[in-house]
């Protein structure tokens, strides 16, 4: 019954190997565990006309998947997300894949769908997350579909709605006087406290997994192609290290060739320690003190994958941006405006970030760009400016014109 090519995980940093089809967190070594598969026997095996007649959703790339027993999936109706081309943003050539249409409004879904899915396989009956909101919504609903409790602590400035969702939806959820590393801490301490199974970004080895289907799927859809460059908000920056990891492993198997994409990590100014690391030449980042930005997503002051994110922006030429809070909101009405297109902040974040390198010229007018805009925009809150109308009183006609 299974597709599933797993064969082992490796340390991201030493390379020493764990068995798969057991719970793990971090390796020995403290870094993250990436899992491992035949991509030998997958070559010339697994091709583009496989998947014809396949779910049209990232279950589809169960070879290149964890899961050993479909059983365990619990579904909420998972979908490819749509390639939206700009048509008014001046001088460029690019589209936003719009993640916010996925189960839960936001990508977050792809990589707790996964880690939950696996937690399920290997008999995990409580999680924990640290969450500046999406990853504990996407957490809460995908837990309680599979009978699994979560415990989600989140950061006192999280988005409201995000709380509430998640307790909704059946997730026992804490608003705490911290960052989401400290968040992280309490988390870390109830692994053996109250038996809790972490499943912090990286911390186990399959949320990257359901990530790194983003870029399986826009592969896919452009034709077993690969894009110019890639936009991507960094907060974990868990999406970022598993398209770039889908990558090559779509090359093992010789689904694409040798091309990759530049990938582009987009941060605020007001939490950029991949920005500050990557113009320092670092390879890895220190944390950000004091970080703060409406883009909550991305307001990650210190990230276990920093390495593995800044080996990813040099190993594929590409760079880390900061853009401003103004630059981000008026990204995010332009696009609104112009495009039709309602962006989170973080998704705004990027646009921001592509108009800059276009204009500095780091990123050229034709190259075919990419910009994730990783949740719904409807969670986000929105400028109230809209005037009213007193329906009894003479209406002054002039002011349609
Ligand atoms: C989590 C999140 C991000 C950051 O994603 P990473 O892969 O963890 O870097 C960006 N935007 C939104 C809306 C998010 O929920």
Not at 209 to 225: F, P, R, S, V, Y
Request: hydrophobic share 40%; charged share 25%.
């Amino acid at each position: 019954m299974t597709t599933s090519h797993i064969t082992h995980l490796e340390c991201t940093r030493t390379g020493e190997t764990a068995k798969a089809g057991r719970l793990h967190n971090l390796s020995a070594a403290g870094a993250p565990l990436f899992a491992r598969y035949d991509l030998d026997a997958l070559r010339g095996v697994l091709t583009k006309d496989s998947f014809a007649g396949r779910p049209a959703n990232f279950w589809r790339y169960s070879e290149l998947l964890p899961v050993r027993d479909r059983a365990n999936i619990s579904s909420l109706g998972e979908t490819f997300t749509p390639l939206i081309p700009l048509e008014r943003l001046a001088g460029g050539n690019a589209s936003i894949k719009d993640e916010g249409r996925l189960p839960t409004g936001s990508f977050k879904a792809r990589g707790l769908a996964l880690s939950i899915a696996m937690a399920k396989e290997l008999g995990v009956t409580r999680v924990a997350i640290p969450t500046n909101g999406n990853a504990g919504a996407a957490t809460a609903a995908y837990a309680s579909r599979a009978g699994i409790e979560s415990f989600v602590f989140c950061p006192d400035d999280t988005p409201d709605i995000n709380v509430r969702e998640t307790a909704l939806q059946g997730g026992k959820v804490w608003r705490c006087n911290g960052l989401i590393d400290q968040c992280g801490r309490i988390v870390h301490a109830g692994e053996k406290e109250a038996g809790w199974f972490n499943i912090a970004t990286l911390r186990e080895p399959y949320r990257v997994e359901g990530k790194k289907t983003m870029g399986i799927e826009l592969a896919e859809q452009l034709g077993w192609q690969v894009p110019d460059v890639i936009f991507y908000p960094t907060g974990g920056g868990t999406g970022l290290i598993g398209m770039w990891k889908a990558f090559a492993e779509l090359e093992a198997v010789g689904l694409i060739g040798s091309k990759r994409p530049r990938m582009i990590a987009v941060q605020a100014s007001g939490c950029a320690p991949i920005v500050r690391a990557w113009n320092k030449g670092a390879q890895c980042a220190e944390r950000w003190d004091d970080a703060s930005t409406a883009a909550a997503g991305i307001r990650v002051p210190a990230a276990i994958g920093d390495f593995l994110i800044l080996r990813a922006l040099r190993e594929s030429d590409g760079f880390a941006i900061a853009v401003e809070e103004e630059e981000i909101f008026d990204a995010r009405a332009h696009t609104a405006r112009d495009e039709g297109l309602l962006l989170c902040p973080e998704g705004a974040a990027t646009v921001a970030g592509y108009s800059k390198a276009l204009e500095s010229g780091q990123v050229g007018p034709d190259d075919r760009a990419i910009l994730f805009n990783c949740g719904n925009g409807l969670k986000y809150p929105m400028p109230d400016d809209v005037p009213r109308l007193d329906l009894d009183a003479p209406i002054d006609w002039a002011m349609f014109d």
